[in-house]
């Protein structure tokens, strides 16, 4: 009989602590962008391609997590406990993932490209639409 895994695999450790590192930045990047107009635009240009980088480690996070199981809950935690475990852990991941999708989304409404390296930019998700943009600005935000 095989024995249970009693951590995550080293991968699933190291796009975890790497995403946690991300993340934070982004979210110390955004409230700077928003508060000190004299470093927006090196702000931005940091902003942007590390949203993609987000966006495409959560999909890889996200298959490691499918081909990986983790370890089992503690047989401690009552099913309540259980379900708000796995409930956040699925939220966390959904927001991981759209959250840079809306971030997308609004600059592909104001018609921005998001350069990722000299004349490469990613294609726009939506089209030109002003209120389109004004609702994703707000829900980014």
Excluded: C, K
């Excluded at 110390?28 to 470093?39: E, P």
């Excluded at 959560?58 to 409930?87: G, Y």
């Amino acid at each position: 009989m095989a024995t249970q895994r009693r951590q995550f695999a080293a991968f699933s450790r190291v796009l975890h602590w790497t995403m946690a590192a991300m993340i934070l930045a982004q979210l110390l990047i955004g409230v700077t962008m928003v508060a000190s107009l004299a470093d927006y635009h090196v702000l931005v240009s940091i902003h942007r391609p590390l949203g993609v980088a987000i966006l495409i480690l959560v999909v890889v996070r996200f298959a490691n997590r499918l081909l990986n199981p983790p370890p089992p809950l503690p047989t401690t935690m009552s099913r309540a406990e259980r379900l708000a475990a796995t409930a956040s852990e699925y939220a966390m991941y959904g927001l991981m993932f759209v959250l840079p999708l809306v971030g997308w989304g609004m600059l592909s409404a104001a018609h921005y490209p998001i350069v990722l390296r000299g004349s490469l930019h990613l294609p726009f998700i939506v089209p030109h639409n002003a209120m389109l943009y004004a609702v994703l600005r707000q829900a980014h935000t």
